[in-house]
């Protein structure tokens, strides 16, 4: 199937798929005689699992990595489960690093009366060494 009947199947714009293409990430299965890509159910699985592992916030380099566990079938689910424990423990950094951030600007602006006069504690803080 052409490429944009490809990426409306896998959810996924066509500059994404020619991206993908481009990179080697899922090459497409064929071309036609006038040079149209053409992807059939298997391109597209591929797709879908990488937009799947985008999400999650996987690295083009980690979807390469989990692609090609993907499709070995001798491979060893541990090797995978790495991968991911090693995602998840960065999601939690980042989740810690924002509520910090929530925690502090919850406290400049409980601290700022919010009225007319000039002086105003969020721009204070924001002026601050962190």
Partial sequence: MKISHAAERAGLPVKTVRYYADIGLVAPTDRSASGYRSY?????????????????????????????LYVDDSRSSADVKEIAKRRLAEIEEKQKELQYLHDELAHLITACRGDDRPDCPIISGLAQPA
């Fill in 40 to 68: 059939d159910q298997d391109a597209i699985q591929k797709l879908i699992f990488i937009r799947r592992a985008r999400a999650f916030g996987f690295s083009i380099t980690k979807c390469r990595e989990l692609l090609g």
